[in-house]
């Protein structure tokens, strides 16, 4: 799984030439740095950096609150056409985006939100996903603890406030790193939805960076990947064992 990784960080180093010669070379013979340097020339890279960490942090507090109250919804109120209105939500995962994309993209414009964050943002401030996997982790809590909070005076609100919310953070944790991952790779929708550059995120920034297919400069679209990719590998790596956790602990597998 490590050889990709490495080979790319070699790619980002070496030259043109070297990349695409037949016969494979493991490493460069002199190290190009300044591969690194020409991404800032080609991509407005900072901006489309923080454009996407602007889109990640939004859709991630959102993705949050709604699918944790709908998955506390779904899994403990009792409510007339629950399990319809929950079926809708779930059959949304059964139904490719590219399905409704154009309906999207007309929304949006009718918004007026082309070419902005409130666009790009829109289509993932909820996730059925999520909404599943929160019902999943509200539903192994044991019942006692609502009933003795009950007891205690608590109204429905606190006690899914103070009592079952604290006790579902590491589900919360897998959502919110899925979330971030989700949102820091999209390319389709944001390609759709932004014509310049400096509106774009970073992978779709980098898409452009092959529109040429025949002056392609392999080394550089490494490089940008290498530096679009580092954020998102750091976030993971150390936040892994929540991952891990949070997934046994709402028994998805």
Known sequence: MAFPFLWQIIMSLSTNAEVQ???????????????????FERLP???????????????????????TLAGYAFARMHFRGRALVLALVLSILMIPSQVYLISQY????????????????????FSAFGTFLMRTAFLNLPTELEEAARLDGASPVRTFWSVMLPLALPSIS???????????????????????????????????????????????IMAASMMAMAPIL????????????????????
């Open 234 to 253: 750091i976030l993971f790596i150390v936040l892994q064992r929540r991952v891990i956790d949070g997934l046994a602990f709402s028994g998805l597998k």
């Open 45 to 67: 890279f900072l901006s489309q950096l923080r454009t996407s960490i602007v889109i990640t942090i939004i859709r991630c507090i959102a993705q949050i609150a709604l699918c």
């Open 174 to 220: 897998v959502l919110a790193i899925t979330s971030a991952l989700w949102s820091w790779n999209e390319l389709l929708w944001p390609l759709v939805i932004s014509t310049y550059q400096e509106q774009m995120p970073l992978a779709a920034g980098l898409a452009t960076l092959v529109s040429d297919k025949s002056n392609t400069n392999y080394p550089v």
């Open 106 to 125: 007309q929304i949006v414009q009718g918004f007026g939100w082309l070419n902005t964050i409130a666009g790009i943002v829109a289509p993932g401030l």
């Open 21 to 39: 010669s037949v016969v494979p070379t493991f490493w460069p013979a002199e190290i190009q740095w300044e591969n690194y340097a020409t991404v």
